[in-house]
């Protein structure tokens, strides 16, 4: 890419493209401490997966880059918890009244589920590692894209898993209030994009029975749907995209898991195609940064570029042409970046 696709802030030229068997040793420096061959298996499968082998759980990868040099690395599993179950906690409601006694208390509980099997699982790098607001948009514009345009590989409900307040396992009181009472051995390390086996085994040892909160203290309570520091950035970015909390929360540190109908989500099946033009310049006063991708390639490459919007076609400059493979008649979505 040349410095003439550059947004007009001078800011790098993101890219979201399904990861290829290039970007072994990228990804492994991005997802430390994973070892290379994992890595490599993890590329494997999703090669696979983007070629539709109709295999349950896979794991479509996607590379995150600026300037075409890889900068984060994300994941869409397109059916949650079919091999091994996926634990997580439904927060809810008992009421304890007496008119008679003119008593009233209405407390809060935690109940062991598997609520969440079946759905479409994004897997988002958390810690951000640096990625700003304008990196995150598309990278979730770019897999949101992918779900909804291949319906029959994927759930109608998406989720996603945030981080909860404290170091799994070792600082978050929400364990240390509970789930330290019923594992006591060391926590699995957990990745984003290789989740072991050992967290489905951990969830088996959990209580079984509805929990009322207030046994856990203060401190364990008040963390129950907060959301780590390190991913406030990603939570907001994907409330923006229409995924709410609906009261399931992480089984180690009760961060939330956000959650929404396919149908329901912003930005996907609302905007139309548009036709191509290619300018020579654009008009800077009126031209936006926008999110494209080619109509018929829902696994093709996602680009953050200028344009302009005009009634039913988008003008582009022939370098942001050349990157996504279009010329002028072509179609093209369109999302305006948040």
Aim: negative net charge; charged residues 15%; proline residues 7%.
């Amino acid at each position: 890419m040349t410095q003439q696709t550059q947004l007009s802030d001078g800011a790098p030229v993101w890219t979201v493209r399904p990861v290829g068997p290039g970007d072994a040793v990228a990804v492994q420096s991005l997802s430390e401490p994973c070892a290379l061959p994992a890595v490599q298996a993890l590329i494997q499968e999703s090669l696979q997966a983007f070629a539709g082998n109709g295999v349950r759980t896979a794991r479509h990868v996607f590379v995150l880059c600026a300037d075409q040099q890889p900068r984060g690395v994300a994941a869409v599993v397109d059916h949650l918890g079919m091999n091994q179950p996926r634990y997580s906690f439904r927060t809810g409601v008992v009421v304890h009244a007496s008119a008679e006694m003119a008593m009233f208390n209405a407390l809060q509980t935690l109940a062991l589920g598997n609520d969440t099997t079946g759905a479409t699982e994004l897997l988002l790098p958390t810690p951000l590692s640096g990625l700003s607001e304008r990196a995150l948009a598309p990278l979730i514009q770019a897999m949101l894209w992918y779900v909804a345009d291949l319906p029959q590989r994927f759930a109608p409900h998406v989720v996603c898993e945030l981080p909860g307040i404290g170091e799994r396992g070792i600082t978050a009181p929400f364990w240390q209030a509970l789930g330290r009472h019923f594992y006591a051995g060391p926590l699995p390390v957990d990745h984003d994009l290789f989740a072991g086996y050992e967290r489905s085994a951990v969830g088996r040892l959990m209580p079984k029975h509805t929990l009322y909160s207030s046994f856990l203290g203060a401190a364990a309570q008040a963390c129950v749907g907060q959301v780590s520091p390190t991913a406030v950035e990603l939570r907001d970015a994907l409330l923006v995209h229409g995924l709410r909390f609906c009261q399931h929360v992480n089984m180690f540190d009760a961060g939330p898991i956000l959650e929404a109908a396919l149908g329901d989500l912003r930005g996907l099946g609302s905007m139309p195609e548009r036709q191509v033009r290619v300018v020579d310049r654009l008009d800077l006063r009126s031209a936006r940064s926008c999110c494209l991708r080619r109509s018929d390639r829902p696994t093709g490459l996602l680009l953050v570029a200028t344009a302009q919007l005009e009634g039913e076609t988008v003008a582009i400059t022939a370098d942001s042409a050349r990157d996504l493979g279009v010329e002028s008649g072509e179609g093209l979505r369109v999302v305006v970046c948040p």
